[in-house]
Structure formats: C-alpha cells, structure tokens
Nanobody, 124 residues
Framework: QVQLVESGGGLAQTGGSLTLSCTAS?????????LGWFRQAPGKEREGIST???????TYRDSVKGRFTISRDDVKNIIYLQMNSLKPEDTAIYYC?????????????????WGQGTQVTVSS
C-alpha cells in the first residue's frame, strides 16, 4: 500500500504563487512509481495537471504549462508542485497520485493511489 498526504494549499491572489507538497509512505512506495497532480473544481470533473515519471520526464496540461512545475525528491519521498502566476480558474481541490503502470499520464484512471486533497483558492 501507498499513503499520500498533501499539504501547502491555501488562499492566493491572482498572479501569486503556492507550492504544494505530497509526502508518500507505505510498503508499496518506490521510486519507480509515476507521480502526478490532479485537481477538481466545483461542478467539474477531476483533471490531470502534471505527471513526473521515475526517469524525471514530465507531462503538463496545456493550461498550466510555463506556470506550474512538478518535481520529486526520491530520498525524502516528497512530490512538489510549484504553482506560479495563479489564476482564479486554478481554484480547485488538488490531489497527488501514484501509479505503477501509467500510459496516459493525465488520465486519473491510470493511477492506483490517491491523497485526500488540499484546497487551493485563488482570489481575483
């Protein structure tokens, strides 16, 4: 099993920044897992934001390219999402996820383990 706990959410102004962290633990966790960030806004489906594979390769949703950066620390077992130039439409609950065999890197059904989520609110 893998446990994921997000932190770092909160309130930001338009144009501001936040850094989300996700701490991973559990016997099933290893640095071969693909790690991702997803979000779900009220009344909308959950969408993939970014994924980082074990070799460090990254994938981003078009709407966050150039603004968000995903990274992983395989010593501390932490996944980060640096979010800059925030917009009101970034408001959502953000989830981190881990997957053993991920082909479509922004599809939530590809991921096996999920955190509880952290709220990000961007004021206009």
């Amino acid at each position: 099993q893998v446990q994921l706990v997000e932190s770092g959410g909160g309130l930001a102004q338009t144009g501001g920044s936040l850094t989300l962290s996700c701490t991973a633990s559990g016997a099933g966790y290893n640095n071969r897992l693909s790690l991702g960030w997803f979000r779900q806004a009220p009344g909308k489906e959950r969408e993939g934001i970014s994924t980082i594979d074990s070799d460090g390769s990254t994938t981003y949703r078009d709407s966050v390219k150039g603004r968000f950066t995903i990274s992983r620390d395989d010593v501390k077992n932490i996944i980060y999402l640096q979010m800059n130039s925030l917009k009101p439409e970034d408001t959502a609950i953000y989830y981190c996820a881990a997957g053993r065999y991920v082909a479509d890197r922004l599809r939530d059904t590809e991921f096996d383990y999920w955190g509880q989520g952290t709220q990000v609110t961007v004021s206009s």
